[in-house]
């Protein structure tokens, strides 16, 4: 077959390029040059250009007066540099102090001059010991920042615990100078609410990356490991700067070899880089692994000559990585081997690997995320029907690692029902960094607010107020183990995530990965600060657009509950036709379920009845079209097109102005970022004003298809005002795409 290389264009949707007035780029390039030697004369603040690579630690220098204020409080640094964790602390507060303030600090043994920084443990610095301070409670990554008087001079304090507390102490006290913060009368405590921060990377060991949308995977096996790419620890200067102390290196749908000794080798490279940021390393573990590479005939986990494989890879592993964190699992999930071939149970499995890593200190992280191609159940239902009867058979070093909802990263999913039904076992969270439903890395959805939504959200399994955030955290049931991953966006693209906005899903998932009660909003407020700038006409415009972006995707594609109903397989765009195939729940007219009568999947206690697994007032509002959020309705209801909703609208009427809403909302981001030009740097502005333009075009390209597809069940006429798609239905069901990026291999 011809592939087709085409992608709807709109009337109206002219290209940033073809706009009329638009200077032409090398031209623009002269102008742009000689404006920064014009505002050098003037002794404006230039906007340098800048390509991404440097995120959120870019440590440009502050304006005169906030920079000579923060000199004489940071005039002196005092940290030793015994380990490599204070080595890097050190380094980087070098770097960070010496780029804002335009000089780095002298650095001194001990304090001797008011202004000094003192940065460390009572046992690394005696001054700190001196000064007695509080630091029980912060735990093992904890700090505290505080300024004090050391041997009677003002002075500033980062003190921790540990080694790496003291690093996140820094970064903490470099994003104060980063976002402009007073820091004449510090006193900061804190230390993280969960326990395991986990980053896990899609990445096949040939570099492709599943669902990844910014190049090749940033593991460069090859020349690993003896060429250890400086890119390795600038990731982990980044991760440790939000607290991320894990990564798994591999896919989930995962490769026996890495476990081989080569593979292992060059794990053990790479461990050593990120080791002194407080990164462990993990690794996606094949549960058929013992046949593939072991020579064993099965990998039954009840069988003794498999146990004995596992137990002996794992010493093999911890031979090389005395800290590796442990194992993560897909198994009996779309088409990936595990316990249940042999006849186990989902514990079974866990439980033989668990009881492998547990002399060394590891973990299992073991995914609830499976459905079977033979179950005709709701697949909303499966995963909780699988795993509940389990709860209390795990062993005590092993966590569920569970979506975000029940289906898969959706735009939008209410929580997974079984966040809150297994007090027994920690539960981890698993978000989806990358945007594999949400438009790829083209489209600016800030996800801190999705990630809110889902945190703060009220399961009531232990009456109200327990939230999925205490859940995950532990706290509403007591687990000391506790854990957040989210699949990383991470690849070889010189701005690590594909856009510029996408670097700011990596940063809120860190920060509320530390505290799962942190606001979207005030992350995006630093975010912005610290990777544009700090000009609070810049602050306020742009963080207005990313809280809206979210709500503006999801009105654009699914919206009222919607779900699923993106292309097949690579998943890049509307389509809501689609149909037969392999399986049922992997079509979009599975989900949609639209006839002449309505549209929606109807989950109620009269259909799938899925609303009966989430605790009993949650239940009752999910189940009850009036109120359940309208969010949510067409993902627990089925529907009438002419039924009202809340806006006094019909059915109809309402999804055709959400979807209209959506494309309206990257009108006004476009509007916003046009009005940013010279105020933020000119290389980043044109590529998220050409990616807003890619942004606007789909943005309608997702209405007008899903429109079109939809009135041909409803059979009615388009509110007045509203504009017909631009294409016919043929047209859209006729796009194919061979080269969208991320799909499975
Ligand atoms: C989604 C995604 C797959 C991935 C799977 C998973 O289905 O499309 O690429 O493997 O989730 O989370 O395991």
């Not at 004369?41 to 007066?65: I, K």
Request: aromatic letters at 10%; a negative charge; hydrophobic letters at 40%.
């Amino acid at each position: 077959m011809v592939h087709t290389d085409r992608r709807p264009r709109h009337p109206g949707a002219m290209s940033a390029q073809d706009r009329p007035g638009r200077t032409p780029r090398p031209q623009r390039a002269i102008l742009a040059v000689l404006g920064c030697l014009l505002a050098a004369l003037a002794c404006l603040p230039v906007a340098q250009a800048e390509d991404g690579y440097e995120l959120w630690l870019r440590y440009r220098p502050l304006d005169a007066e906030q920079a000579g204020d923060y000199r004489a409080r940071f005039a002196q640094l005092v940290a030793p540099a015994q380990t490599d964790v204070q080595r890097v602390t050190r380094e980087e507060l070098v770097r960070g102090l010496g780029g804002m303030l335009g000089r780095a600090p002298t650095q001194a043994q001990r304090a001797d001059r008011a202004g000094a920084l003192l940065v460390g443990t009572p046992a690394s610095l005696p001054a700190i010991a001196r000064l007695g301070l509080e630091l029980e409670g912060l735990g093992d990554e904890g700090y505290l920042i505080r300024s004090v008087q050391a041997d009677g001079r003002a002075a500033t304090v980062v003190a921790a615990n540990t080694d790496a507390g003291a690093l996140y102490g820094s970064f903490h006290l470099l994003r104060l100078l980063q976002t402009g913060q007073a820091v004449d009368a510090l006193d900061l405590r804190e230390a993280p609410k969960v326990k395991l921060r986990v980053l896990n990377h899609w990445d096949d060991l040939n570099r492709h990356v599943e669902r990844g949308y910014s190049g090749q995977s940033i593991w460069d096996w090859h020349r690993l490991p003896d060429w250890l790419d400086p890119r390795y620890t600038d990731y982990a200067r980044a991760n440790a700067s939000i607290g991320i102390n894990g990564t798994v290196l591999n896919n989930v749908n995962a490769n026996a070899q890495i476990l081989t000794p080569m593979y292992l080798d060059k794990v053990a490279a790479l461990a050593g880089v990120l080791r002194p940021y407080g990164i462990r390393v993990y690794l996606s573990a094949r549960f058929s692994a013992p046949m593939e590479i072991g020579g064993l005939k099965t990998a039954d986990p009840e069988d003794p000559a498999v146990r004995r494989w596992w137990r002996a890879k794992t010493d093999e592993i911890y031979a090389l990585i005395p800290d590796f964190g442990g194992f993560l699992v897909k198994a009996n999930s779309e088409g990936q081997p595990g316990p249940q071939d042999f006849g186990r149970s989902h514990a079974d499995g866990a439980n033989m690997l668990a009881e492998a890593v547990a002399p060394h200190g590891g973990v299992v992280m073991w995914r609830a995320f499976v459905y079977s191609d033979e179950e005709p159940d709701d697949r909303h239902k499966q995963a909780y029907t699988e795993f509940v009867p389990h709860d209390g058979e795990f062993r005590d070093n092993v966590l569920v690692q569970v979506k975000n909802g029940a289906i898969d990263f959706q735009p939008r999913e209410p929580f997974h029902p079984l966040f809150g039904a297994m007090p027994k076992t920690p539960l981890m969270m698993e978000f989806q960094i990358t945007k594999e439903y949400l438009g790829f890395a083209t489209h600016l959805v800030y996800l801190g607010p999705m990630y809110e939504e889902v945190l703060r959200a009220d399961t009531h399994a232990r009456g109200a107020g327990s939230t999925v955030a205490r859940v995950v955290d532990g706290s509403l049931e007591g687990h000391a183990l506790s854990g957040i991953a989210g699949v990383a966006n991470i690849g070889s693209d010189r701005n690590w995530s594909g856009s510029h906005f996408d670097q700011a899903n990596w940063y809120v998932f860190g920060r509320m990965a530390w505290d799962p009660d942190a606001g979207a909003r005030a992350i995006a407020q630093d975010w912005v600060r610290m990777t544009f700038s700090p000009d609070d006409a810049v602050v306020e415009p742009v963080v207005g657009m990313m809280m809206a972006s979210h709500q503006a995707a999801v009105d654009y594609m699914t919206p009222l509950g919607l779900h699923h109903l993106m292309g097949r397989g690579h998943h890049y765009g509307p389509a809501p036709w689609v149909e037969g195939g392999p399986r049922a729940d992997w079509t979009s007219v599975y989900f949609h379920r639209a006839t002449k009568d309505g549209i929606g999947f109807d989950r109620t206690t009269g259909g799938s009845d899925a609303v009966s697994q989430y605790a009993r007032p949650v239940a009752e509002v999910f189940n009850d079209p009036a109120r359940v959020p309208e969010d949510f309705l067409l993902w627990f209801h089925h529907r009438p097109w002419t039924s009202r909703v809340s806006s006094g609208r019909s059915l109809w009427d309402e999804l055709v102005h959400r979807y209209s809403r959506g494309v309206g909302e990257v009108d006004r981001m476009q509007a916003t970022w046009t009005g940013l030009q010279g105020r933020v740097d000119d290389e980043r502005h044109h590529q998220v004003e050409r990616f807003l333009a890619i942004q606007r075009n789909e943005a309608q390209w997702w209405r007008d298809a899903s429109i079109a597809y939809f009135q041909t069940f409803s059979g009615l006429p388009l509110p007045a005002g509203e504009a017909p798609p631009a294409q016919s239905l043929e047209y859209y069901k006729a796009l194919e795409f061979p080269h969208a990026p991320g799909d499975t291999q």
